[in-house]
């Protein structure tokens, strides 16, 4: 689905809960190895949980991918043959300096200059291609299919009715978190003149001694929030996270009367009509991070001292923008899946997802094509746990954007 699902956000339903990209479904271990593998007993430190996922559940007692072992063991010095492996995301920060390094470039296009120098069929495809041009915000497929009678009439029905309860919800969510801000903000406000400082602790929120029975719920309030959270500004952060989330579905996702493609200036349901996007794949918006976090945990500049190092140390990223903030249009991914076998990528990774998918033969079509031609094509497991296998869920096309 869209790359800000990524975020981490509260959630509040009844009570507060936190909500983010989905957990982690930690390794189990074999029974036969239960008695001999060591236990993790300490807590993790800073370095292991910013780099849990390479480590080994027998050598560090950690259940990541062995990576750092196999570069210990395995791997070494040894380079291989480069592999260019397309991200098919929401863009990529093309000058990020864990990346910029990495970026695949198409030696045949000469930059700027507003031709197909290469005759690929798209213009200054430096890096990759951009499929969405400079539009960002877009409706979930559902709204879409309400909006222009897709489908038969089955899926417009249960898209019908996911439109307006999800809208419904929306909404609903977006005022609990209104009123919850509000209400952590005028305990910070109390509490701070309470103290007489800007800046307090847990610990000090936690000595308040008073009688006032206003004083006595500011501290309620804030202490709960610190089950959530480190410090009060971090609370507000989240919060403020989670209106907006929730705006943009309110506004945007399931908003039948909005428009994002009309900047684009495509027939989005006309798989002919290719002639459109433009050749910088870059992410237009801080939010718009998720393609930028999927190619670090691939290929971020290893043991350079800054950020995570990416898994492998040898590849070429190809940025090909097509996911939105909302849903995919299964002509970008199509044509984004051929665009990469095309010019060369060897792997393809898609972290994308949709309950809804008019137009999915294109895509299939696409993978076989990947497949003809000997590319990989990889795609998220999604995070909503949806078996989509189950008739029950015919319209689910493809499952959630973590990965």
Known sequence: MT???????????????????????????????????????????????????????????????????AYQEIIGNKKGQ?????????GIDLKHEDLDGVLWTNKGERAGDGKDNDNNGYIDDIHGYNFLGESYNEQLEAARIVKLKLGDAAMQAKAKTKVETDYAKAVQNKQQYEQILQGVKNADTAVKKHLGKSNYTKKDVSAIKSEDEAMQQHKGVLMRMYTFADTIPEVFEELEGGIKHFSDQANYNYNVNFDGRKVVGDKPYDITDTKYGNGNPQSRSKDESHGTH???????????????????????????????????????????????????????????????????????????????????FIHAAGNDGANLDDPANPGKQWSGNCG
């Open 3 to 69: 790359n800000l699902i990524s975020r981490s956000l509260f959630g509040f339903s009844a009570s507060l809960l936190l909500m983010g990209c989905g957990a982690t479904s930690l390794v189990t271990t074999p029974i036969e190895n239960i008695d001999t593998t060591p236990l993790k007993i300490s807590d993790l430190t800073e370095a292991e949980k910013k780099n849990w996922g390479h480590l080994d559940l027998v050598s560090d007692t950690i259940p990541g991918m062995s990576v750092d072992k």
């Open 82 to 90: 480069k592999v260019i492996v397309a991200v098919l995301d929401s």
């Open 294 to 376: 999927v190619a670090g945990i691939i290929a971020a500049e290893r043991n350079n001292g800054k950020g995570a190092n990416g898994v492998a140390n040898n590849v070429a990223i190809m940025s090909i923008r097509a996911v939105p903030n909302g849903d995919e249009y299964d002509k970008d991914i199509a044509l984004g899946i051929r665009y990469a076998v095309d010019n060369g990528a060897k792997i393809i990774n898609g972290s994308f997802g949709k309950s809804f998918s008019p137009n999915a033969q294109w895509v299939y079509d696409a993978i076989k094509y990947a497949a003809e031609k000997d590319v990989l």
